[in-house]
Each structure stands twice: as C-alpha cells, then as structure tokens.
C-alpha cells in the first residue's frame, strides 16, 4: 500500500480489496482524519492492527478480513463509536473477544470468524442493539 496516500487529507473512502497487497497498513494513513470506509480485504497484508485506527472518528466500515494480520484487537479502536461494519474474518488474530465490543452502538456487522480467538464470548455483547449480522465460527471460543 502507498504511504503517500496518507497525504490525501479529503479521502473519505479508501478501497483496494482483492488484490495481492502485501506489508503492513502504512502509519501515514492515521493522518486520514475524514476516512469513513477503509477496505482493504482479500489482500496479503501483514502485520498487527494499528493503534491509531482507533482515531479515525469517522469511519463505519473497517474490512481487514482475509489477510495475514495476526494478534489482538487493539483496545483503542473501542473509540470508533460511529462504526458499523466491521469485518476482521479469515486473519491469524489471537487474544479473546473485546468487551468494549458491546459499546459500538451502531455497529451493525462483526465478523471476525476463522481466526484464533479464545476465551469466553463477552456477556457485553448484549449492547450490540442494532447488530443484523454476527460471525464467530471456526475461532477457539469456550463457555456455555
């Protein structure tokens, strides 16, 4: 991915999925204030989620789904309260489930299935009030 992108401050929709990108999402992009959609699926990317996402305020669809990335869902992305599609399946991501999850009250898909997620699914949940779809599947989840 370009990191001179991350100079084109009116961007408001970025989409480059279904291609063979590999790397990591460039940290120029965090100076994408007025970035609603960010797609970049079914690529080859690498890496962790940034942290900075999270201060992206107005972006409601984040698709990351079918890369390479790995580790945790970074807590700051909690913050991301206008978000309402967020697609991060077919990874290698670990850690469990975010509580704060729950809290993106205009969230209205999460998937986040065939990764190597752990743990119990969060009781927060329950706050996704206007969530339509909900995918989970072929993670390591335990409980009742």
């Given at each position: ?26 940290g120029a992009y ?115």
């Amino acid at each position: 991915l370009p990191a001179a992108w991350g100079s084109l401050p009116g961007l408001r929709h970025l989409y480059v999925w279904g291609n063979k990108l590999t790397g990591e999402i460039p940290g120029a992009y965090k100076g994408l204030k007025k970035l609603e959609e960010l797609q970049l699926f079914d690529n080859q990317l690498s890496g962790t989620i940034p942290n900075w996402l999270g201060t992206l305020s107005r972006l409601t669809s984040l698709r990351l789904d079918g890369n390479k990335i790995r580790g945790r869902i970074p807590d700051d992305m909690g913050s991301l309260k206008a978000l309402e599609d967020l697609q991060l399946d077919r990874n290698q991501l670990t850690g469990t489930i975010p509580v704060w999850l729950g809290d993106l009250g205009q969230l209205q898909s999460f998937y986040c299935g065939n990764n190597r997620f752990s743990g119990k699914i969060p009781d927060g949940l329950k706050g996704l009030k206007k969530v339509e779809f909900l995918d989970l599947s072929w993670n390591q989840l335990t409980g009742t």
